[in-house]
């Protein structure tokens, strides 16, 4: 799931040998397609600043009102951290499947720690990963050996 097209384009560019791809744009898409079809697992991108506000998830009041009344921060906020409201929702929504997040955490373990308690099974990877990684990481979070 992303909001442009950079992580699609790449995945089937270097892994459609081993994976396929089907692309969501946003939160709601996202969670239409896993209402419609199985899926082994999915990719996630945490930062959605591509989005038209209103297919942002989240709390908006809520945020809104923490920042202020600053409906512009609460926007900011939400693109920023729009990965962790997807992933909350794919859970709230009953799908398990494993989650491949693109963005690095090594900095912030503690949050780390704490999303994979609470939306397991995830992982990561930094956003400059190469294709070798990427595929490494999805065959790993699938159960399965790289065929590389």
């Known amino acids: 799931m ?3 097209h950079e992580y699609i384009d790449r995945a089937e560019q270097f892994l459609s040998d081993d994976f396929e791809f089907t692309r969501a744009g946003n939160g709601g898409e996202a969670l239409q397609l896993l209402q419609e079809s199985a ?3 999915a990719y996630l991108d945490m930062n959605f600043n591509r989005v038209a506000a209103q297919h942002l998830l989240g709390p908006w009041d ?3 009102a923490r ?3 600053d409906k512009e921060q609460a926007r900011s906020f939400l693109e920023s951290h729009q990965g962790v409201y997807v992933l909350s929702a794919i859970r709230e929504a009953g799908h398990r499947l494993p989650v491949l997040v693109s963005y690095d955490f090594s900095s912030e373990p503690k949050r780390w720690s704490h999303l994979l308690n609470r939306y ?3 992982a990561y990877l930094s956003d400059n990963e190469g294709p070798d990684e990427v595929r490494k990481a999805l065959h790993a979070l699938c159960g399965e050996p790289d065929s590389v």
């Open 120 to 122: 397991g099974p995830i």
């Open 62 to 64: 809520e945020l809104t």
């Open 39 to 41: 899926y082994e697992m």
């Open 67 to 69: 920042f202020g009344g």
């Open 2 to 4: 992303e909001d442009g």
